[in-house]
Structures are given as C-alpha cells and as structure tokens.
C-alpha cells in the first residue's frame, strides 16, 4: 500500500497493522482523494466518504477517528504521489542543450493534463494548510525539500557554464518554485492563457542570460 500514515502519528490515521485493515484506509483516503477533487473540501462529508469506499460511517471511524485524520491521510498520500510524478525541471536532471532543457520544462505541462485531479487536491490542501498547522508543517518540509532539489540542479547548471554565473541560486529557486505552481493553477482555471512555448523560451531566456 502507498504510504498513507505520516511519520508523526499523532496527525496520521490509525494503523491498525493488519493487511485488510491498511486495505481498508487507502480505499478510504482515496475516495476522500476524489470527492475533494470533485468537492473541493466545502463538500467533503464523511458519510459520502464511507458510501463511496463501501462501508459505514463507524467503520470510516475506526480507521480515521475524526475528519481532521482522514484529511491529513489525503495530504499524506498527495504528497506522495506528486513526489513519484514529478518531472519538471526543478527535479530532473539538466541536460546538455537548450533544446533538451524546454523539453524538461514542458513535461511539466503534460503531467498537468495527465494527473489533473491531483493538482487540484494539491491546491485545495496549500489553501487549508493556512488554518491547519499540521499540514502547513508536511507542506513546508516538501517545499524545502523541492527547493533544495531546484537549487541543486541550478548550481550544477552554472558550475558547468550552462546558466548566467550572476545567478542568486537562493532567490532563482524560490521563483522556479513559485512559477511552477503558479503554472499550475492557471492551467486548472484558463488553460488557454499558457503560452506555454513563449514561457518557457523566457525562462530559458532569464537562466543562461542568452
């Protein structure tokens, strides 16, 4: 099973260390997953939750004893996934010309319109996480951990001379990490408005100063 227990478990749901039961919590999470794709969380009801996995509302409870644990389950296993799909340019390799880097850069967008649902689940947990100090705290320790990825690959880049050398690698990732999920949540609400050949010849523009 995909890992939906976090490590701190006082946030996590309830493990209840048997094959059947760990089963029984990713069907749960993972229609919780859905309706709040669907929903967004305004519409998130736990009844709903157990009718769609095909079991009772106690027995939702055994497994995640209040709303508060199925949620921070769904944060848990999003995360995860974004992790494993991730392939846009702030975590994958660089590659040796400009060609191959908007290559990298686009395969962000493709990712968009394979895994929609799963942006929109990431949007919807980034705006809670403002009035839930649990999951502001999973969503800060992935974003230092995707910036440190980001800032890696930037400093590779300008040790082998294939980005400016002026380069503030600190300030240069925290933008790539805001563009990219800004990207994002245009694509979700005017796909239209993208550009996305332009932008990305831009953001290769801005990285080799060429």
Request: aromatic content about 6%.
């Amino acid at each position: 099973m995909r890992n939906v227990k976090n490590q701190d478990a006082k946030i996590g749901p309830i493990n209840k260390h048997t094959e059947h039961g760990e089963k029984k919590e990713e069907e749960l999470v993972l229609a919780a997953f859905d309706l709040i794709a669907a929903r967004g969380f305004e519409g998130l009801r736990t009844r709903d939750v157990a009718d769609k996995a095909g079991v009772t509302v106690a027995t939702l409870h055994y497994y995640f004893p209040t709303k508060e644990h199925l949620i921070r389950g769904v944060m848990t296993i999003a995360m995860e996934e974004f992790r494993k799909r991730r392939t846009s340019f702030p975590d994958a390799p660089l590659r040796e010309s400009r060609t191959d880097l908007r290559e990298v850069l686009q395969a962000r967008q493709h990712q968009m319109s394979e895994t929609p649902k799963l942006f929109i689940v990431l949007l919807e947990l980034t705006a809670r996480a403002s009035r839930d100090p649990a999951i502001k705290a999973i969503m800060r320790e992935s974003d230092s951990n995707w910036r440190e990825s980001i800032s890696s690959n930037l400093r590779e880049g300008v040790e082998r001379g294939k980005f400016r050398q002026d380069m503030d690698i600190p300030a240069a990732a925290v933008f790539l990490e805001a563009l990219t999920r800004g990207r994002s949540m245009l694509a979700l609400v005017n796909p239209d408005a993208q550009l996305d050949d332009r932008v990305d010849a831009e953001i290769e523009r801005w990285l080799t100063g060429k």
